[in-house]
């Protein structure tokens, strides 16, 4: 299908490079190239086969944005996209990019809205997707049938291009710039000392070198494995169907792309590519990819994949008694959460993964190669990397079974089934369960899972079972939610939160190196509990989260489950030469219990002899408490915007502790709540979330926390410096949502809109149930500042689906905004 030829590769291998590229694929070439362009001209890119050999030669070379509803993908698409269009001209080499056009079909009302969401989302960000009805399709794609079609959208400018010849132009450029590039040699793992990478062992010698990229494709897991670092991902089978040439398809028909046949088609040879993506894949090779495996195929499985692709061809009528030239079947590799793994592994200093792209490497390649050699240039990544991080990734996905098992669904989760905000995985579940997990299965709790940990979405009627349901509307869930909230506002309401990172930081420097993390002062007087912010040195937000002064050498501290490796890896590598501060993480043997509501103090004091009390117990202020049978620690805090504490009660009393809330909660009103109506609590108060709202390239002030910041604290923190130069700066801030409409329902992605002209989107959003109507947190923008006048002078509105609705916007919550119900 490609033409193989590769620019000629040098024959030397070096004793020393500053940075080591593992992997001659397109996104190793990419890395490669992109780092030559910064000035790190002193590379060496190390391939065992032939460039392209792995899965690169074989890819399909789709370059859409179809489905795309996170800056970060979309940059790296549209990157890739502009960067192609101008490699030739660059390097001489054509990367046989094309723009004929992209086509991605709603065939039913719940995809329309999907597809209607994505295009306001994307227009905002410069892609002139537009909707076309069904005769628009038919006219763009003749042999196309639309009999089913209710809309598509099109985006003129996207198309395909030669994968060979891309990563060629890519490795090309590279060594124009004078990067080396080393073929038939393999990395067999590397040397490091006190944690950090100093050489990467070979087949033909040792090289030295301060930085190593695993860009091996699916073969990097196993080779991350033997240099100390978790890459979990797995490779399955991945097929498309070629046929013989076919009447009115010719080399300008644009790419279609129908995600409820699982399929995917555009031009090859007069013939057509008919492409799958199913919705029950095959694993391939569980234990260990093959090492000798290049330019390589798999025998189809003819009986496995005839359905989905009768389900597929049934959309060109024009294919019956049309010869069939291959099914083609090759190994592709997906991740967990089908997000590339980038960026530094938290196990070894110097190590950087670029891999796991989950059949879009193309597509992804250029943009994911400029990430991550600006990261490994100026030590931070230029996006947001919350769901790209390789640090996200958790040592038990690299497990054989949960590859087995998640592999399998991964696929069609990608090409459209896991768009909807109301999904979750079927596969590889149960992992983590917290030791309430059967008495909440028995309460009628349906679960989520975060980070490997199962916890309740809401609660039911106990004996009976539901699955998630595939909508944009209110769900069958709604009603329990707003129930649930309300116990909240009203009464109490318990929450099992187990699934929070939990670290106890110990050491006569603990306080001083917390401190130099924080941008608060958070070594204050024993008992104290500190919201804050950790940021890299340009503000950027790493973590966000609670630090709590137990002892003068004993804190805790606590984060959401997606940073958990982070903050874990922040937490060793803090201490200077000399300094003692020891990290543990104990969010394993602790179960963290939220109480909240204006009962939970009454509740609470009727099962234990402490005094709970305003002034024996004030908010932000942690103590040891009796409840029960148990003493453990508990910290008056929220995160709902009520009276409410967290119990962090060792997990061999916590069953006995829930037992004995629900045993007295009766009179109380006591329920169980699961965290479908957190968000939707914690939108109505606007605390943020970091990974869904907030994130690295946001800073603490335009994130609306500059009262957390510090500015004068001996010895100051990281990030000040940056965030000092910018204080002043009222561009761009975070902003509470309201819409004044009912009816309509935020989830995230909706575009702001100020007289008409995009400021900003809703970075995350949900039914207020006190408030009655969908509320959200935004970052907006105004060259004259976002300042409280500009807010109240109105003319915003929020678009949901291509609905344009009046909104109202503020700096401050529209719940208790003066913290009346918090302080009790």
């Not at 040792?206 to 991350?224: F, I, Q, S, Y």
């Not at 390239?697 to 940056?722: C, M, S, Y």
């Amino acid at each position: 299908m490609n033409d193989r030829s590769v620019s000629q590769p040098d024959a030397g291998l070096p004793a020393r490079a500053r940075v080591v590229v593992v992997g001659g694929g397109v996104v190793g070439s990419s890395v490669a190239y992109h780092l030559a362009h910064l000035g790190v001209t002193d590379v060496v890119l190390v391939e065992r086969h032939e460039l392209t050999a792995g899965t690169t030669w074989h890819a399909a070379g789709l370059i859409t944005s179809a489905g795309m509803t996170d800056e970060t993908s979309i940059w790296m698409a549209r990157y890739s996209r502009d960067l192609y269009t101008r490699l030739e001209a660059e390097t001489g080499h054509s990367t046989g990019f094309r723009e004929i056009g992209h086509l991605h079909l709603a065939c039913n009302p719940g995809r329309l809205e999907t597809l209607r969401r994505e295009r306001a989302f994307q227009r905002g960000f410069g892609i002139d997707n537009v909707e076309v009805s069904p005769a628009e399709v038919a006219q763009l794609t003749p042999v196309t049938r639309v009999d089913d079609v209710l809309a598509a959208s099109y985006v003129a400018d996207e198309g395909r291009a030669d994968p060979v010849g891309v990563a060629t132009a890519l490795a090309k450029g590279a060594r124009q710039l004078g990067v080396r590039v080393v073929t038939g040699t393999s990395v067999t793992g590397l040397r490091s000392e006190r944690g950090r990478v100093t050489a990467v062992v070979t087949d033909r010698g040792d090289v030295e070198c301060e930085t190593v990229v695993l860009a091996a494709g699916l073969w990097t897991r196993e080779l991350g494995r033997r240099c100390g670092v978790d890459v979990p991902l797995q490779a399955a089978e991945h097929y498309y169907l070629l046929t013989e040439p076919v009447p009115g398809v010719h080399r300008d028909l644009p790419v279609v792309e129908d995600p409820d046949r699982y399929g995917y088609y555009r031009e090859e040879a007069d013939g057509l590519l008919v492409g799958l993506f199913e919705p029950v894949g095959a694993a391939w090779h569980l234990d260990a990819p093959p090492a000798d495996f290049a330019f390589g195929t798999i025998p189809p499985d003819w009986d496995r994949m005839t359905p989905f692709l009768e389900r597929a061809m049934w959309r060109y009528p024009g294919l019956e008694g049309i010869g069939l030239r291959k099914l083609f079947c090759g190994p592709e590799s997906f991740t967990a959460d089908v997000h590339p793994l980038l960026g530094p592994a938290p196990e070894v200093e110097g190590v950087f993964v670029a891999a796991g792209m989950n059949s879009l490497g193309i597509l992804s390649g250029g943009g994911a190669g400029s990430v991550v050699a600006q990261w490994i240039v100026d030590g931070r990544p230029p996006v947001d990397v919350t769901h790209y991080s390789v640090e996200r990734a958790l040592p038990h996905e690299t497990t054989r079974r949960f590859r087995g098992e998640r592999v399998v669904e991964a696929l069609g989760v990608l090409f459209g089934d896991g768009v909807w905000p109301t999904f979750q995985w079927r596969s590889g579940r149960g992992v983590r369960r917290s030791v309430l997990h059967d008495r909440l299965a028995a309460a009628g709790a349906r679960f989520g899972q975060s980070a490997g940990w199962e916890y309740p979405l809401w609660f039911g009627d106990p004996g009976t079972t539901s699955a998630p349901e595939a909508t944009w509307g209110r769900a069958a869930s709604f009603p329990r939610v707003a129930e649930e909230h309300r116990a909240v506002r009203e009464a109490v309401g318990v929450m099992d939160m187990s699934l929070m990172s939990k670290f106890l930081v110990q050491g006569p420097d603990a306080g001083g190196v917390l401190n130099r993390l924080s941008v608060s002062q958070v070594d204050g007087e024993p008992g104290r509990v500190v919201y804050t912010q950790w940021c890299q040195d340009d503000g950027g937000l790493l973590a966000d989260l609670t630090v709590t002064k137990l002892a003068d050498e004993r804190f805790l501290v606590v984060a959401s489950d997606v940073v958990h490796r982070r903050v874990e890896t922040m937490l060793r590598r803090a201490p200077a030469p000399g300094e003692v501060a020891i990290s543990t993480d104990v969010t394993a043997g602790t179960t963290l219990l939220s109480v909240q509501g204006p009962a939970s103090r009454e509740l609470l004091a009727s099962l234990s002899p402490d005094d709970w009390s305003d002034a024996a117990f004030p908010y932000l202020t942690a103590r040891e408490v009796e409840v029960g049978s148990s003493r453990f620690l508990a910290l008056r805090v929220t995160y709902l915007g009520e009276l409410g504490y967290e119990l962090h009660v060792p997990a061999d009393q916590a069953a006995s502790v829930y037992d004995a809330l629900v045993a007295a909660g009766a009179p109380y009103g006591l329920r169980d709540v699961g965290l479908l109506a957190m968000g939707s609590l914690r939108l109505e108060k606007g605390y943020r979330d970091y990974g869904v709202d907030i994130e690295n390239t946001d800073d603490p002030l335009v994130a609306g926390l500059g009262f957390t910041i510090a500015w004068d604290k001996p010895g100051g923190f990281t990030g000040r410096d940056a965030l000092l130069a910018r204080r002043d700066d009222r561009r761009a801030r975070m902003v509470h949502v309201r819409v004044d409409d009912p009816e309509p329902l935020l989830h995230g992605g909706e575009p702001v809109l100020h007289h008409g002209t995009w400021v900003g989107y809703v970075r995350a959003g949900d039914f207020g149930h006190t408030l009655g109507t969908s509320v959200g947190l935004a970052v907006v923008e105004h060259d004259e500042g976002v300042t409280p006048d500009w807010l109240r002078a109105g003319g915003f509105e929020v678009d949901v689906a291509g609905t344009r609705h009046p909104a109202t916007l503020s700096l401050r919550p529209f719940y208790d905004p003066t913290r009346e119900r918090i302080l009790g």
